[in-house]
Structures are given as structure tokens and as C-alpha cells.
């Protein structure tokens, strides 16, 4: 679904989509990691503040990181490990 | 169901397992390869994708070369030697390493213990893993111990252990300029990793006084190798220019207004109780920030077995073990820092002497001779012994709450405020963290309470206790699918050989 997201990339690396962005990722980040290093530490907003929040822990024990993967919600990025083609999407709402 | 994993087809993967290794750091991985060595069959099981525990985090190892690290570890020889010793046993089948596999309980069965697992390594898809022994080691870590201060929900703050998870397991660096708080000696590897990636490390805020080790002399002296790792932080720290701050505090931090993220640090000397000087805050530019307090013990599993706990001397509460790692649950041992915070050369010899008790329990042939034990046990002495020096050098300090404003946030999840839970403690009958949970619905949300529990705790329960998590009867999220498989799968039949 995603091949050619990843090729209109960086042709060597492969890429996962944020909300539709290709986003790449070096094999065996997580896809906090890929966010992180791409600049991005916040990806999601609170339910009754409007908050941003993305990593805090790291280590899958705050729950600050949720996104939905491939349709599944409430996934924390901080251990899910990327993989292309993946379909990565944030904002209000994963932690309902 | 899905098709049954490939184990490899030796004759060792239908003998039943003798013990269960959950969470596979330094001290799961040193239980595993003893209790192997001694002739049992192992299940290794731990949520990450390679074995090392948060010490020794790794990239998967097909990662290794695209995702470099080592430069950022400790003792990788004890590392590779116990991946050697267990690859070894996995390769005959008496090791079955189960990796990207999340524990969510554990229940007492007749004939020892079920684990109930599922296995997440190929997302999105979630498989139910049920796993029985007659033996039980929980071997889980620990996780930052946070308190809130204005600002701490802010983009680009995280915990001290979170921007050292980036690094080594994922080579990610999480800012430019990074200024890191908190207390205790885990800040400066945080610091030095930071550093060698490129990040500018503004200032290390250590609210101990430096003066705090020399109250506790002797432990100091009978851990030398102690004395040798700080002078080579301090040496690095010198090397890369960064400031250590001692007696200091990061007393809050605010955003830029653009995209929220962190862009200013106050920082403050603190009095003897930790109170802010009046007239030292300064502000510091950083678009990162790393803070933590020490650690807390992960029992999300120990506490439903009915595990009994003991004081760690450090403001949390851990497993209560006796001399050999065991529980007071019959056939259930615990190592490392679900025993109380105390380090990975700590949680090498528990795990060792862990597995030897396991061994005696079981009467498994050929366990090890007594010598080794006794050494293990002087270094699980001697190592305690640090460890309490180290817990009352680095003490949370008494007035942390002065830095609170009333609409900082203290449950992250549920955004509750101090000013809420300050109502409830003032005007209310709340004495727990339990009681605040209730009516404030702090503690309640995604993380339940692992944040902010510690914070609360100290904010409403007398000084004198040690924080004690709530009992959660899941320890992390699992699907209903996954449930459902788990009750009447044939994984269940099979429990050895997880499909």
C-alpha cells in the first residue's frame, strides 16, 4: 500500500505515513524514535486540555505517546517497532 | 489460530518448562543462563526486541549495524557472555526467548504458575502466548519516579530514562539543547550519552548536596568500582563542558507559544528541605528537558500474586525477598530492581542467586556448587549496602511541592490538577493515593497511576510510608481478541509451545 510512499523518499530508506506523510525511519526504530529524530516530539492532544503530548517515557509506561497503527488504536510509539508501509496516524482522540 | 511459531524441532522442546524468567535485563538474563545451566528449560519472556532491559537496551539485533549504540553501554562483556551462554540454549531448544511478548498477568495455578503474554512482534496483529511452570522469577525493572513541576506536560520534557531509551535503542537524539534534573547518579550517563550524540547539555540540576555520599562512608569504600564509574563521569562531564549543578532544581519550564514545545527552564538553588531560594531562579534556553527522581519498582505483576512487599528505603516499596531472591509466594522469586533500586551488577548477582534457589526448590540435577553462591550473596551484600547509601544520598526532597503552582498538572492522563488534589487533602478525607484516585480521578487514566502516583502519594500520605502502586489486575493493555484466545486457545493445551 505504502511501496511507493517509501520510494518518493529517500529511495534507500524505508518510510512509514503520519497522517499521510512518508516519514522514514532507519530498521529497528520504533516509531517514537523515527518521530523523534525527525524533529517531532509531540503528535497528539489531550482530551480535556487540548494538549500537546508525544514521548515522555520511552519505555511504554506513561501512555503520553498513543497513536492508531493500521487502524488499531491506543498504540504506544514508544514499542511499536516501525515497518514500511506502516499507517501511522495521530491527533485527538487515542486516548479515549 | 494462527500458525504454531517455529521453535525448532529438538527433543528438548517437549520436556514441560521449569521455570518462567519475566523481563529479560541483567538480572532476568543471569537468572536464565544459571537456571539453563543448571538443567532446567527456561521460558525468557520480555516486552522489548532484543534482551538487555532497559541497562542494556538494544536495537533488534538485525538492526545493530544500521542503529550503532555500544558506544553508549556499560559492561557489554558481561552482556555478550550471557547472549552467548543463552543462544547456546535456545539453539537446543532448552531456552525458549520470547521478545516483543508483553506479560499482562500472571496467576497461581495448582502445579505452580500460569503467564499470560501476547505477542506483539508483528504488529498489528496480537497473539495470546499462555506459558505454566512450576517456577516463577519476575525479573521487571523499574521505571522513572517523576515529580510534576510547572511545565512537565510541556513537548521536549521527558524522563531521564526516556531520552536514554531514544539513544540506545532507537539511536534517536531528542533535542539540541538539553538541560536534565532531577536527583541520584543516573542523570550523568543520561548526561554523557546525550553529550556523545551531539546534544548540548546546558546543565545537570542534582537537588542532592555533594557532600550527601561522605555521610555514608563505608559502603562507598567496599564498592570501588562505584568510585571508578563516577570519576569516569566526571571526567566526561569535564570533557564535554557540562555543568553538574549541585543542590539545584528545575523548578518549572514554558513552551514558545509556537508549537508548544519547551523553550525556557527555571532552574533554582535549593535549601536543605529542597525549598527554592528566593532570588536564585535563572532561566536557561533548552528545547529539551530530561527528569528523574530516582526509579520505582515495577510490580504490576508481584502485587496480584499476593506477593508480600518490604520498605526500599528510598520512598518506594518493593518485593520482600529472603536471602535467595524468594517471595513470600511459594515457587515465586524476584530479582533486580523489583527488589528495591540498586543497580545492574545488583541485579546480575540476585538473578544468580535466584536461579541457584529455583535450582535447591526444584531439585533439578546438577545445580551449581555452594562457592559461587556464597560469592553472589556478599555481592548482593555489599551491593544493597550501596544501594540504601546511594537512596539516602538522593533523597526526594521534603519541600518539592513549593515549587507546585495550584494549576499544575499532576496526573498527566486525566489532567488533574495539584489545586485538585490539594482540596481534597485539605477539605477532604483523603489520606491515600488511592482516595485522591477516587475523587479526583488522578491515577485513573491510560498510565494508571505509574506517573503520578509517586507525586500524590507524597502530597497526601504521611512522610513515613513508602509509596505502594495500586493493584492492577492488568498490567498492560490487551485486545479483546487476544483475551479471548488466551481463555479457550489451544496455546493453553500446548503450554510449553506457545502458537
Not at chain 2, 85 to 109: C, K, M, P
Not at chain 2, 195 to 212: F, H, I
Request: proline residues 7%; neutral net charge; charged residues 20%.
Amino acid at each position: 500500500m505504502t511501496r511507493a510512499a517509501a520510494e518518493t523518499d529517500v529511495p534507500t530508506a524505508p518510510a512509514f505515513t503520519v497522517d499521510g506523510e512518508p516519514l522514514a525511519f532507519v530498521p529497528g526504530q520504533t516509531l517514537a524514535a523515527a518521530l523523534v529524530a525527525s524533529g517531532r516530539v509531540a503528535w497528539r492532544t489531550t482530551r480535556g486540555g487540548q494538549r500537546p503530548r508525544g514521548v515522555f517515557c520511552g519505555i511504554g509506561v506513561c501512555y503520553d505517546c498513543l497513536v492508531t497503527v493500521d487502524g488499531r488504536r491506543g498504540q504506544r510509539a514508544c514499542l511499536v517497532r516501525a515497518r514500511a508501509g506502516m499507517a501511522v496516524t495521530t491527533g485527538e482522540g487515542d486516548d479515549d | 489460530m494462527t500458525e504454531p511459531r517455529e521453535l525448532g524441532g529438538h527433543a528438548a522442546m517437549h520436556e514441560p518448562l521449569g521455570l518462567v524468567v519475566v523481563g529479560a535485563g541483567p538480572a532476568g538474563m543471569a537468572a536464565a543462563a544459571t537456571a539453563l545451566d543448571g538443567g532446567l528449560r527456561v521460558a525468557l519472556v520480555d516486552a522489548g526486541s532484543a534482551p538487555g532491559g532497559q541497562f542494556w537496551r538494544h536495537p533488534p539485533d538485525d538492526a545493530r549495524d544500521a542503529l550503532p549504540t555500544e558506544d553508549l553501554h556499560h559492561d557489554l562483556r558481561t552482556y555478550r557472555a550471557l547472549r552467548t551462554t543463552l543462544a547456546a540454549h535456545e539453539r537446543t531448544g532448552r531456552l525458549i526467548l520470547l521478545l516483543d511478548h508483553h506479560v499482562w498477568t500472571a496467576a497461581r495455578a495448582a502445579d505452580g504458575f500460569t503467564v499470560h503474554a501476547v505477542d506483539r512482534g508483528r504488529p498489528p496483529e496480537e497473539r495470546a502466548v499462555v506459558l505454566r511452570a512450576p517456577a516463577l522469577l519476575v525479573a521487571t525493572g523499574a521505571y522513572d519516579r517523576q515529580l510534576p513541576f510547572p511545565g512537565w506536560d510541556l513537548p521536549g520534557v521527558l524522563t531521564a530514562g526516556g531520552l536514554q531509551s531514544l539513544l540506545k535503542g532507537g539511536g534517536a537524539v531528542a533535542g539540541r539543547r538539553v538541560v536534565l534534573g532531577g536527583t541520584g547518579p543516573f542523570l550523568l550517563p543520561v548526561a554523557t550519552a546525550l553529550a556523545a550524540r551531539g546534544a548540548e547539555v546546558v546543565a545537570v540540576c542534582e537537588a542532592a548536596a555533594p557532600s550527601a555520599w561522605l555521610r555514608h562512608p563505608a559502603p562507598l569504600l567496599r564498592n570501588p568500582a562505584k568510585w571508578a564509574e563516577a570519576a569516569g563521569y566526571a571526567g566526561t562531564l569535564a570533557r564535554y563542558r557540562i555543568p553538574l549543578r549541585t543542590r539545584t532544581g528545575i523548578v518549572g519550564a514554558e513552551g514558545d507559544g509556537r508549537d508548544g514545545r519547551v523553550a525556557v527552564v527555571r532552574t533554582a538553588s535549593l535549601d536543605a528541605d529542597g525549598a527554592p531560594l528566593p532570588g536564585t531562579e535563572r532561566r536557561i534556553e533548552a528545547d529539551t528537558v530530561g527528569v528523574g527522581w530516582g526509579f520505582v519498582p515495577q510490580l504490576d505483576l508481584l502485587l496480584p500474586l499476593g506477593c508480600g512487599l518490604a520498605d526500599a528505603g528510598d520512598g518506594t516499596t518493593a518485593a520482600a525477598v529472603d536471602a535467595g531472591q524468594r517471595t513470600t509466594v511459594p515457587g515465586l522469586y524476584a530479582a533486580g530492581e523489583t527488589c528495591g533500586v540498586g543497580g545492574a551488577a545488583l541485579a546480575l548477582s540476585e538473578g544468580r542467586v535466584a536461579a541457584v534457589s529455583v535450582l535447591t526448590d526444584l531439585s533439578a540435577p546438577g545445580r551449581p556448587g555452594v562457592r559461587p553462591l556464597a560469592a553472589e550473596r556478599r555481592s548482593v551484600a555489599r551491593h544493597r549496602a550501596f544501594a540504601r547509601a546511594m537512596a539516602q544520598a538522593h533523597p526526594l526532597p521534603s519541600a518539592w511541592p513549593a515549587w507546585l503552582t495550584d494549576d499544575t498538572t499532576v496526573c498527566r492522563c486525566e489532567e488533574v490538577t495539584a489545586g485538585a488534589v490539594h482540596a481534597v487533602r485539605d477539605g477532604g478525607p483523603a489520606t491515600d493515593h488511592r482516595q485522591v484516585k477516587q475523587l479526583t480521578r488522578a491515577g485513573m487514566g491510560w498510565c494508571q497511576g505509574r506517573m503520578c502516583g509517586p507525586a500524590v502519594h507524597c502530597l497526601v500520605a504521611a512522610r513515613t510510608e513508602p509509596y505502594t502502586p495500586a493493584e492492577r489486575l492488568i498490567a498492560t493493555p490487551v485486545t479483546l481478541g487476544a483475551l479471548a484466545d488466551s481463555v479457550d486457545s489451544p496455546t493453553d493445551a500446548t503450554s510449553s509451545e506457545p502458537t
